[in-house]
Nanobody, 114 residues
Framework: QVQLVQSGGGLVQAGGSLRLSCAAS????????MAWYRQVPGNERKLVAR?????GTLVVDSVEGRWTISRDEDTTYLQMNSLKPDDTAIYYC??????????WGQGTQVTVSS
């Protein structure tokens, strides 16, 4: 089992920055992929950024050049710069282990005011 605990988020003005953290515990050594998703009420949860254990990162086009994903041992970060009102959503940390099992963090609200 893997447990994911998120921190960070909150309210920020457009153009500001926030950093989300996701601390993993349990069988962390089984994780092969970490990612951040976001969800606006009424819409599906969508991928924002990924960082596979094998190396490399991926961010979606809408946040390219503004956000970065990184990992430091058992904690995965999402640095969000130049935030826009459209970035307002609930953000979820996501992990996948070698068997394909998925784990989710508790979710964190990010609100960007114009």
């Amino acid at each position: 089992q893997v447990q994911l605990v998120q921190s960070g988020g909150g309210l920020v003005q457009a153009g500001g920055s926030l950093r989300l953290s996701c601390a993993a515990s349990g069988r962390v050594f089984t994780i092969v992929d970490m990612a951040w998703y976001r969800q606006v009420p009424g819409n599906e949860r969508k991928l924002v950024a990924r960082i596979p254990s094998g190396g490399g990162t991926l961010v979606v086009d809408s946040v390219e050049g503004r956000w970065t994903i990184s990992r430091d041992e058992d904690t995965t970060y999402l640095q969000m710069n130049s935030l826009k009102p459209d970035d307002t959503a609930i953000y979820y940390c996501h992990a996948v282990n070698y068997a394909g099992l998925e784990y989710w963090g508790q979710g964190t609200q990010v609100t960007v005011s114009s």
